[in-house]
């Protein structure tokens, strides 16, 4: 059974920084990365990296965000720096395995002005 645990959301002053965990269990994982959704907006991409370590981002973090993770222990981060308050909103991590997609249970990060 594919589980996917978050951590490390919480309120932050902008300028401030945050780090994201997601732990995945129950099987091998090739694309993983990060969601986010603001209130009354769509889910939308925030970083993806493959087993290999290549990595996408979203315009509107680039620069600011690194995305990493620990193929020995399925974990997948995200190191958020100069948080701005439309960075506010429920994180989702995402883990690929066999063309399927797991999900995390979604942390919410709010950053204040």
């Known amino acids: 059974q594919v589980q996917l645990v978050e951590s490390g959301g919480g309120l932050v002053q902008a300028g401030g920084s945050l780090r994201l965990s997601c732990a995945a269990s129950?099987?091998?994982?090739?694309?993983m990365g990060w969601y986010r959704q603001a209130p009354g907006k769509q889910r939308e991409l925030v970083a993806a990296?493959?087993?290999?370590?290549?990595?996408n981002y979203a315009d509107s973090v680039k620069g600011r965000f690194t995305i990493s993770r620990d193929n020995a222990k399925n974990t997948v981060y995200l190191q958020m720096n100069s948080l701005k308050p439309e960075d506010t909103a429920v994180y989702y991590c995402?883990?690929?395995?066999?063309?399927?997609?797991?999900w995390g249970q979604g942390t919410q990060v709010t950053v204040s002005s």
């Open positions: 129950g099987s091998i994982f090739s694309l």
């Open positions: 990296i493959t087993r290999g370590g290549n990595t």
């Open positions: 995402y883990a690929d395995s066999y063309g399927r997609r797991h």
